[in-house]
C-alpha cells in the first residue's frame, strides 16, 4: 500500500473548506483494494493508529482533517461500473467510494439515466456524499442522498467487512438490530434513540426512526462508524426537458408569495429546485452580471423538469404564477436549452467564488449558517438573521435552499472585531433555529466545528446514545475521532 508522510505530499490532507488550521498527521495511507484497507483497520489496535478518513475535500466542516491522526485515502479506490437497467424507470449503478460525483453524473447521463442528488460541489466522492447524507438544490423534490442508495459495502472500525442492502436489516419493536457477520460474529444492538426535528432537511448526528434501515445509521454518519467502500446507487431516467429560470422580484413579500405558490404544486408544477438570492447576494453578482436589475429585492432560481408536449402548459402556468406574485416578469431570465440553463448554472456557482475573492481581500473568513427550521417558523428565522445582522451592519448575504426552508447566511467580516462579533451571534442563531424546532445542520453535516453546537440541540441524554452506538461498532475509537460527537464525551464514557 502507498504510504506518504513528506510534508508536501501530506499538507493537502490538513484542508478542506472550513478554514480549520489546526490539523496534523503523522502520514497518509492510500489502500487501492478493499483488502487492504480492512488489514489497515484489523491492525491498528496493535499499530497503536487512530485514522481520519479523507474524501476530496470540500467539506465545510473539518470532518477531513486529522488532529494527529493518521489518513486514509479513498482516492485509489476509484473504479465505476456501468449502469443496469432494474426496469423501464430504474437502473442501478456499482461505484466505489473514491468516485467523483462529476465522472459518475456524466457516466449515467452518457446512458440516458439521472442521479439526482447534486451538492453543489461536483468536484466531491461519491463516499463521502454517502457519509454525509449530502443534499442540494435538486433535494427539494428528491430528498437527500440517502434516499437513492440501495446498498452499501463498509469496512468496520475493526476492519469486519459488512455488505448491507437497504431492506436486509431492519430495528425491531424494541429498536434492536440483529445481524450475523461473514466472520461468524453478530452485531446486535439498540439504535440511537432521540427523536429528530421536524424539517424537511436535518443533517446533524446519526439518524434515528422506529423500526429504521440499518443502512440508514451508516449513511450520514460521517465516517465515525466504518469506511464506505463501494455502494449500490438508484438511477432514473433523464428528465427529457428542464425550465430553468431566475425570476426577480422587487418587495420580499411578493417573492414569498411565489415560494409558496410552487409549495403548494397546484396544476401540476412541482419544480426539483427552488433556491434563493437575497439583495446583498445579488449586489455581490452585479460585478459579473450587470443586467441584474438594480432595484430587485431578491431572486428565485427554479428549475422542473417537462417533456416537450407539456412545455407549453408548465410554462403558462409559471408566468401566471409569477404574474400574480408581481414578479419582474421582463427582467427575469428563462434558460430553456442546454447552453443557457449552463450559463445559469454559472451564475448561480459565481456567488461563492466572488464572496471568496472578497473576503481574502478582507484577510477574514466568513461566518454561515447550515440551520433549518420547519416550514411554518421559516419566516421568524428569516427575519432574525436579517435584523440581527443589520443592528449590528455586518456585510452578509442570504441564498439558498428556500423550498426546504433552509438558506445559508454568510456574515461576511471586515476585521477581526467583526469576525469576532459574528461568532458570538452565531451562538443566538443556533439558539434561535432550536426555540423554532430546527437543525442545526440541514446538510452540511457536523465535523469537527460544530460538535459543540450538538449537544444543545439532542442534550446530553442524546449525545449519550450517540456514544453507546460509537463504542459499540467503535469500542477503540479508531475512526473520524472529533467527527460529530464531542471528544469530552467520548473520553468520559465508560464502554
Ligand atoms: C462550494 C461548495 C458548495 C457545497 N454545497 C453543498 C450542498 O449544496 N449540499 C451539501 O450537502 N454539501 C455541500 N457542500 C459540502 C461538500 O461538498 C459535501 O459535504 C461533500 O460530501 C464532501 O465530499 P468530499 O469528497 O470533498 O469529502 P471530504 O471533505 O474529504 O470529507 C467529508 C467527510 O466525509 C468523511 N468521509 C469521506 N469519505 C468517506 C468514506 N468513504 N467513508 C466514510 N466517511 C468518509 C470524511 O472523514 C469527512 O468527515 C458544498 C461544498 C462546497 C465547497
Known sequence: MIYKHDPASIQGFLEDTSNLKSGHTPGVFFPETEDELAELLKSAVKEHRRFTIAGNGTGTTGGRIPLGEYVISMQKLDRIGEPVRLSRERASITVQAGVLLDTLQKTVEHSGWFYPPDPTEKLCFIGSTIANNSSGARSF????????????????????????????????????????????????????????????????????????????????????????????????????AIISCLVYFTAIDELFHFVDLLKKQKNGISPRALEFFDS???EFLTEKYPEIPRNSAGAIFLELETTREQEERDLDTLFGYMESSNAMTDQSWMALDRNEQERLR??????????????????????????????RAFRDLFDFYRSSCEQQGFVYIIFGHIGDAHVHLNILPRNREEFLAAKALYRTFVSKALELGGTIS????????????????????????????????????????????????????NH
Open 141 to 240: 423534490k428528491y430528498g437527500p442522498t440517502r434516499n437513492h442508495i440501495s446498498r452499501i459495502l463498509i469496512i468496520l472500525p475493526q476492519g469486519e467487512r459488512l455488505d448491507l442492502s437497504r431492506g436486509t436489516c431492519r430495528a425491531d419493536q424494541e429498536g434492536l438490530f440483529r445481524l450475523s457477520l461473514p466472520s461468524g460474529g453478530e452485531l446486535s444492538f439498540k439504535r440511537p434513540e432521540y427523536s429528530m426535528p421536524d424539517t424537511s432537511k436535518h443533517n446533524a448526528g446519526y439518524f434515528s426512526q422506529k423500526e429504521m434501515d440499518l443502512i440508514d445509521l451508516f449513511i450520514g454518519s460521517e465516517g465515525t462508524l466504518g469506511i464506505i467502500v463501494e455502494a449500490d446507487l438508484m438511477l432514473i431516467p433523464l428528465p427529457s
Open 280 to 282: 446583498h447576494s445579488l
Open 346 to 375: 454559472e451564475f448561480r456557482h459565481a456567488l461563492p467564488l466572488i464572496v471568496n475573492e472578497w473576503l481574502s481581500r478582507q484577510h477574514e473568513s466568513k461566518i454561515s449558517t447550515d440551520m433549518a427550521v420547519p416550514d
Open 442 to 493: 440541514a446538510e452540511h453535516g457536523i465535523g469537527k466545528l460544530k460538535a459543540e453546537y450538538l449537544v444543545g440541540m439532542y442534550h446530553e441524554s442524546g449525545i449519550r446514545e450517540m456514544v453507546r452506538v460509537k463504542k459499540y461498532l467503535d469500542p477503540f475509537l479508531v475512526l473520524n475521532r472529533g467527527n460529530l460527537i464531542p471528544a469530552a464525551y467520548l473520553e468520559t464514557e
